[in-house]
């Protein structure tokens, strides 16, 4: 009998496939059915060959060679999966399997995984597509139900290669350009350059912002506070310090008159749903998440879990096809704390708006809901317990009414000045009864207050009359929520640009996409061109450079603009990649030749005393995301020391988070606010608190946990690591 291979991205959801479709024998890499044969990658099993795949002279990095540009570029099994790469090729090549269905993850990179592996073992047997939101049971009978040809996803396909081997060519090679002209361990690329340039902009703009006075007048009568409002420009505050001062002594001593009322029924929808960045930005903001940390919890919610459904979605909408499961959904999360939202919703019935269905704005996925898989909060850790959260009271909101309050506007008139008040009535709160704690107010001068009864003409006596001070502030420094919001939409770091390039950035996505946003801040941190103070993101004197030294397109989101344009492209059809592929070619050529015939220098201001213990040479101070560590300064020796670690032991003066400094006995803990004591004392004065979270076998599992490294896998991450930069 003629079989089907259904190869899976991870081993996890192999195992779910199998189950459903009924495939129990054990073999090896793989689990075989009557009818199917489900086999599975680990990521990638298959990648583009590193330079010194093509001669052995690039082993060693000389800029005469560059730049480095094969015809064609090859593919090669990545050595520590190599034996699954095998169990899945003696799969594929079975004289009795007829057909593939390519069943990793329905994206770009999923269909990138499946085909490098198919490509490699030089299968051409026919492809079908299972392309579904959420692994649930359900899903996944419905997927196999449905399977699309896999000629509709070649486009998608050669899209994927286009990019990998785009994002190669230039990478590569003005990494290795870089490195070896300025002897620095320096890296750019099309995503993390312009990126890099973005926060360097706004260093450039808080260093260079001067703070302006602004002045106002707030009279204080029976119960409420009035603020004055300029005639002419109806704003509540002046840059003239006289107008308020010389009306703080005209009014003294005046009634408040109320010339007008207005009162006006206002509706508040709920927000939308969530695309990826959205999420990451408020998992940031509440929980304090790094973009790595949630897409990672996320990752565990949707493959482990089955509780919400594709995570690498850029859309914050659903389709109609999706709008018959909401019951189910619903169904699936009634239990505590939803279950009373949830009931109220079934009772008065499921409204699909257009505020959040609408097939035009939906492309491979929809927006991140739950699924119908019943819901047990028990079984889930405390993050991905916060994350689920986020994400159900976000599906019920929309689903609930919206939040209805009346406004109510006061005018009054003070010797012939206009003050105004406003305030808030709720007459329903709708989808804000789902949430347990209140929206962030906006930055306003005047706030809503609790208004007395009123009627216009009424006199009240004011009972102090107060100037208010203030000035204008910088713009706020990045932190990974903010910094996101700008990847996801950089056109105002695009002044003087085309304005189509300016369109097509925020058509295509921004800078990178939904899935690689996270590793591209990650790699920022990890090759120390930013690092983090608090929350806030600053560039490194290392990072200041870096931009002196690339060339200038390379600096800016235009580049990336151009480039998602023909990509996108290809994607539709519209483009073949071969040209787009000898652009950047002769783009690479031109870069290579720039930085050749640079004057410039790189001068490391972070250099310490201390000698690396294997080449001799002076290391360098550097501020990982996880704590300081000292770096030799020799690329090709690239010794690497931890010094200080971030924990989460809490200092017993001011409570934040302190630093452990050290090896052996002699490590310490050290806090901003000057309190330092030896990791001994700390275990001991922690012990006799039975209550604490920071035991002795928590720091230390925290501190085995800091060590850890994620990989992050792609051609310029394996290129840095043979120079010892991840070790």
């Given at each position: 009998m003629a079989k089907t291979v259904v190869l899976a991205e991870k081993p996890s959801v192999g195992r779910d496939l199998a189950r459903v479709l009924k495939c129990h024998k054990k073999g090896n890499g793989y689990l075989e059915g009557d009818r199917y044969i489900v086999t599975w990658a680990l990521g990638h099993l298959v990648t583009l060959a590193d330079p010194e795949g093509y001669g052995k002279e690039y082993q060693s990095w000389r800029?005469?060679?560059?730049?480095?540009?094969?015809?064609?570029?090859?593919?090669?099994?990545?050595?520590?999966?190599?034996?699954?790469?095998?169990?899945?090729?003696?799969?594929?090549?079975?004289?009795?399997?007829?057909?593939?269905?390519?069943?990793?993850?329905?994206?770009?990179?999923?269909?990138?995984?499946?085909?490098?592996?198919?490509?490699?073992?030089?299968?051409?047997?026919?492809?079908?597509?299972?392309w579904i939101s959420s692994v649930t049971d359900k899903a996944i009978k419905d997927g196999f139900k449905n399977l699309k040809n896999g000629k509709e996803f070649e486009n998608l396909y050669h899209s994927a290669v286009a990019r990998a081997e785009a994002d190669w060519i230039v990478g590569i090679n003005a990494t290795r350009a870089l490195t070896t002209k300025f002897n620095a361990q320096l890296s750019c690329g099309r995503v993390q350059t312009p990126t890099l340039a973005m926060i360097a902009k706004r260093e450039e703009d808080i260093k260079n912002f001067k703070p302006v006075p602004y002045y106002g007048l707030r009279a204080a009568v029976d119960g409420m506070a009035l603020t004055w409002q300029d005639k002419k420009t109806k704003q509540t505050r002046t840059f003239n310090a006289s107008v308020t001062s010389q009306l703080?002594?005209?009014?003294?001593?005046?009634?408040?008159?109320?010339?007008?009322?207005?009162?006006?029924?206002?509706?508040?929808?709920?927000?939308?749903?969530?695309?990826?960045?959205?999420?990451?930005?408020?998992?940031?903001?509440?929980?304090?998440?790094?973009?790595?940390?949630?897409?990672?919890?996320?990752?565990?919610?949707?493959?482990?879990?089955?509780?919400?459904?594709?995570?690498?979605?850029?859309?914050?909408?659903?389709?109609?096809?999706?709008?018959?499961?909401?019951?189910?959904?619903?169904?699936?999360?009634?239990?505590?704390?939803?279950?009373?939202?949830?009931n109220r919703i079934l009772q008065r019935g499921i409204k699909a708006g257009k505020n959040f269905v609408n097939d035009?704005?939906?492309?491979?996925?929809?927006?991140?809901?739950?699924?119908?898989?019943?819901?047990?909060?028990?079984?889930?850790?405390?993050?991905?317990?916060?994350?689920?959260?986020?994400?159900?009271?976000?599906?019920?909101?929309?689903?609930?009414?919206?939040?209805?309050?009346?406004?109510?506007?006061?005018?009054?008139?003070?010797?012939?000045?206009?003050?105004?008040?406003?305030?808030?009535?709720?007459?329903?709160?709708?989808?804000?009864?789902?949430?347990?704690?209140?929206?962030?107010?906006?930055?306003?001068?005047e706030k809503d207050q609790t208004l007395p009864k009123l009627a216009k003409g009424d006199k009240l006596p004011v009972r102090a009359l107060t100037e208010t001070?203030?000035?204008?502030?910088?713009?706020?420094?990045?932190?990974?929520?903010?910094?996101?919001?700008?990847?996801?939409?950089?056109?105002?770091?695009?002044?003087?640009?085309?304005?189509?390039?300016?369109?097509?950035?925020?058509?295509?996505?921004?800078?990178?996409?939904?899935?690689?946003?996270?590793?591209?801040?990650?790699?920022?941190?990890?090759?120390?061109?930013?690092?983090?103070?608090?929350?806030?993101?600053?560039?490194?004197?290392?990072?200041?450079?870096?931009?002196?030294?690339?060339?200038?397109?390379?600096?800016?989101?235009?580049?990336t603009a151009e480039w998602e344009q023909k990509l996108s492209g290809?994607?539709?059809?519209?483009?073949?990649?071969?040209?787009?592929?000898?652009?950047?070619?002769?783009?690479?050529?031109?870069?290579?030749?720039?930085?050749?015939?640079?004057?410039?220098?790189?001068?490391?201001?972070?250099?310490?005393?201390?000698?690396?213990?294997?080449?001799?040479?002076?290391?360098?101070?550097?501020?990982?995301?996880?704590g300081t560590m000292l770096v030799c300064q020799d690329r090709e020796c690239g010794h690497r020391k931890t010094v200080a670690k971030q924990t989460n032991a809490r200092c017993p003066v001011c409570h934040k988070r302190m630093e452990l400094r050290g090896h052996g006995e002699g490590q310490t803990f050290a806090c901003v606010c000057g309190h330092r004591e030896k990791l001994s004392v700390f275990e001991k004065r922690r012990a006799k608190d039975k209550n604490s979270k920071a035991s002795k076998r928590d720091v230390h599992a925290y501190m085995k946990k800091q060590n850890k490294d994620e990989p992050v896998n792609n051609a310029l991450a394996e290129q840095l690591k043979k120079l010892k930069l991840d070790q």
């Open positions: 800029l005469e060679d560059l730049p480095i540009i094969p015809e064609p570029l090859k593919l090669i099994v990545i050595k520590k999966t190599g034996k699954q790469f095998q169990a899945v090729k003696s799969q594929l090549i079975r004289k009795d399997v007829k057909d593939i269905v390519i069943a990793t993850d329905a994206g770009r990179e999923g269909e990138l995984v499946a085909r490098w592996i198919i490509d490699k073992a030089k299968v051409t047997k026919p492809l079908k597509r299972l703080a002594k005209a009014l003294q001593g005046k009634p408040a008159v109320i010339s007008d009322l207005k009162k006006t029924a206002k509706k508040s929808f709920a927000p939308g749903l969530y695309d990826l960045t959205e999420l990451q930005r408020d998992a940031h903001k509440r929980f304090g998440f790094s973009a790595k940390e949630t897409l990672s919890v996320l990752q565990k919610l949707y493959e482990q879990h089955k509780l919400v459904t594709y995570p690498r979605t850029d859309s914050r909408f659903l389709s109609n096809d999706i709008v018959p499961t909401l019951k189910d959904r619903l169904e699936g999360m009634q239990v505590k704390p939803y279950a009373q939202h949830v035009a704005k939906v492309s491979d996925h929809h927006a991140i809901i739950p699924t119908e898989e019943p819901l047990s909060l028990g079984a889930l850790s405390d993050k991905e317990r916060k994350l689920y959260d986020l994400i159900a009271k976000r599906f019920l909101s929309v689903l609930l009414p919206p939040f209805e309050y009346e406004e109510t506007k006061v005018f009054a008139e003070i010797g012939g000045e206009t003050f105004t008040a406003k305030g808030k009535t709720v007459q329903s709160q709708g989808w804000k009864a789902v949430y347990d704690y209140a929206d962030d107010e906006d930055d306003e001068e001070k203030g000035e204008t502030k910088p713009p706020a420094r990045f932190n990974e929520g903010t910094l996101l919001s700008a990847m996801e939409n950089p056109s105002a770091f695009m002044q003087g640009e085309e304005k189509n390039l300016v369109k097509t950035l925020g058509e295509t996505g921004g800078l990178g996409t939904v899935a690689t946003r996270a590793d591209i801040i990650e790699k920022l941190f990890n090759t120390f061109l930013i690092e983090k103070k608090g929350k806030d993101i600053y560039i490194t004197s290392k990072g200041k450079q870096l931009l002196e030294l690339v060339p200038s397109d390379l600096k800016s989101p235009a580049l290809i994607a539709k059809g519209k483009l073949k990649s071969a040209a787009f592929i000898k652009e950047m070619k002769e783009y690479t050529k031109q870069t290579i030749k720039e930085i050749k015939s640079s004057n410039q220098t790189f001068k490391h201001d972070n250099i310490t005393g201390t000698h690396c213990p294997e080449c001799g040479k002076l290391m360098l101070k550097v501020n990982g995301k996880r």
